[in-house]
């Protein structure tokens, strides 16, 4: 019957036959012994088990498998949100006030959407790590402090990652003032050209944003020569929170598209354009950061050939006894005038820049000659020439009461500040030979530095606002550099400031900062280099290292040995 089954014929198969009633008993008696012994076996099985386990746990600690958690491939993979941009007029860590604050230590700042490891240091060194502090230049025996450190991550290494974080904390930044900078950098995004620049005249076309459009701005004196410098403080910007054209980031086709242009701009004897001082030493600088930060060989030679320029537009040396460097080096050249060759006479103010090109090409391996030690020693002359206009004597001030600046124009032939025209020309250029001097070398207790710094403190820190924001800059930066109380003071007042007046409606202006109420020298340039300047004031805490962190600001330190 079984083979008539298997074989499928069932039409003749009687339908009302059953098996008998014995053969029904038999199966069932043989069906308990089975299951019995399965059973049996089961417990026998699960006995052996509980034995050896038993034995060893005398010899290693038990093991929960209960508590292990699900693999992460069985995890839904979800998007890293965007982080929220917090209200820069909400009510910060601490009050905008003028009295001392203490340094913000411990920072939960949220991670940045990035293809960047944001929460690991660099592993690559970006810059020269004997850059960090007082150290020798190319062995010819001039020594100065640069400003910029990142330990053994070199040069710039804090400005990303752990580092940025450590340094935000220990600086006094705060979660508003790293939104405030990234909210920034967001709107340099939005107005950058197709070409990769940012040009006074028309960078609000390239918004796409709903609303009303941000104000079209001028150039100053220089025409479109100016969109060099333009687009080089918009790179600084970048740079400057850790963003460069080869590690895989947010704004690295940004940064890559700034860079092709400027390059593009730049003529065979190293000239961006038709470039002045400014905009020469502010696109050299953007150059030779990037450089330093991404180790791209491309950058070298551009780099190199607008250090060379700055370097052949200063005022020549003719008098090798009464221009001599500190380390009795013979030098070539000194500061740098306003325009595109200085004659007789050198402009603080675009000296300032120049100095800063040239400490950044210095961090970036870059041979700056006797640049540094020139600029150092046109510092300390035209210091002490403006003192002697204030009827100073250089050589008896008290470092730590009175105050002194420097002066716009210095004369070579009268080794004296002076009027031009009948028009007087000194302006306030404290904070300019305060950050120069420290990035120069000049030692904490000099009264060089030590009386620009009472002069910054006594006058620039703005009643209201954020004053005048060139000096601001500067004197952020200058101040940020003295650190101790100092700091503390300026910082509890401006970073506030800085962070309540950007701009944070929703259209084009989102991210930007007024210029109207915030006035610079080239005022009229526009909304790209007000933002630009503030957004780079809020990046103090991880630019550079402070190269004096040890002082107490206004505490007496012992002087050291000055050579005049």
Not at 219 to 225: A, I, K, L, S
Not at 491 to 515: I, L
Request: glycine share 10%.
């Amino acid at each position: 019957m079984s083979q008539d089954l298997n074989d499928g014929d069932t039409q003749d198969e009687p339908v009302d036959q059953q098996p008998e009633e014995g053969d029904r008993r038999f199966a069932g008696i043989v069906s308990w012994l089975a299951s019995g012994a399965l059973h049996a076996t089961a417990l026998l099985l699960a006995g052996t088990i509980y034995f050896l386990t038993a034995d060893q746990e005398q010899e290693i600690p038990p093991v929960r498998v209960s508590s292990i958690p699900p693999p992460q491939m069985q995890k839904e993979d979800k998007p890293k949100p965007e982080r929220e941009l917090l209200e820069p007029k909400i009510q910060l860590d601490t009050e905008s006030t003028s009295e001392v604050i203490a340094p913000i230590t411990q920072l939960d700042l949220p991670d940045e959407q990035s293809s960047r490891e944001e929460q690991n240091d660099s592993a690559v060194p970006k810059g020269r790590e004997e850059a960090v502090a007082d150290a020798e230049m190319g062995g010819q025996g001039a020594f100065m402090a640069i400003g910029a450190g990142g330990g053994g991550a070199g040069a710039f290494g804090n400005r990303a990652g752990g580092g940025r974080k450590r340094a935000v904390g220990r600086g006094g930044g705060s979660k508003g003032s790293e939104s405030a900078v990234e909210s920034s950098l967001r709107w340099f995004k939005k107005h950058q050209a197709v070409d990769g620049s940012w040009r006074a005249a028309d960078y609000f076309k390239n918004c796409t944003d709903a609303g009303p459009k941000c104000e079209p701005g001028h150039n100053h004196r220089n025409g479109e020569n100016e969109n060099a410098g333009l687009t080089g403080l918009a790179l600084l910007c970048y740079l400057g929170a850790g963003y460069d054209h080869k590690t895989p980031n947010r704004y690295q086709k940004v940064v890559a598209k700034g860079l092709e242009w400027l390059l593009a701009q730049q003529q065979v004897e190293g000239r961006f354009m038709d470039a002045y001082t400014y905009e020469q030493a502010i696109a050299t600088m953007a150059l030779a950061e990037a450089f330093a930060m991404s180790g791209d060989q491309k950058l070298r030679k551009p780099t190199q050939d607008a250090v060379d320029l700055i370097l052949a537009r200063r005022m020549k040396v003719t008098d090798a006894a009464k221009f001599s460097s500190d380390d009795g080096y013979p030098l070539v050249g000194l500061g740098w005038g306003d325009f595109k060759e200085t004659g007789d006479k050198t402009h603080g103010s675009a000296c300032g820049w120049s100095i800063q090109a040239l400490k950044s090409a210095y961090a970036a391996g870059i041979d700056v000659k006797d640049g540094l030690r020139g600029a150092k020693t046109w510092v300390r002359h035209a210091w002490e020439a403006t003192c002697r206009l204030e009827n100073k004597d250089p050589k008896k001030l008290d470092p730590y009461r009175d105050t002194t600046t420097l002066s716009y124009y210095w004369h070579r032939d009268t080794d004296t500040a002076t009027d031009i025209g009948g028009v007087n020309v000194i302006h306030n250029l404290a904070s300019v030979a305060l950050l120069s001097g420290v990035f120069l070398g000049v030692p904490a207790g000099d009264p060089l530095i030590e009386t620009t710094a009472n002069h910054v403190m006594r006058f620039d820190l703005p009643q209201q606002g954020l004053g005048n924001l060139y000096y601001s800059y500067y004197a952020t930066f200058g101040i940020f550099q003295m650190s101790g109380e100092r700091w503390q003071k300026w910082n509890g007042v401006m970073r506030d400031r800085f962070v309540g007046t950007q701009r944070t409606d929703a259209t084009c202006f989102d991210g930007s900062w007024d210029y109207e109420n915030n006035k610079h020298y080239a005022h009229d340039v526009g909304r790209l280099l007000s933002t630009a300047l503030a957004c780079l004031s809020l990046e103090v805490y991880y630019r550079y290292a402070q190269v004096h962190p040890e002082a107490k600001g206004g505490e007496k330190i012992k002087p050291k040995a000055v050579a005049r």
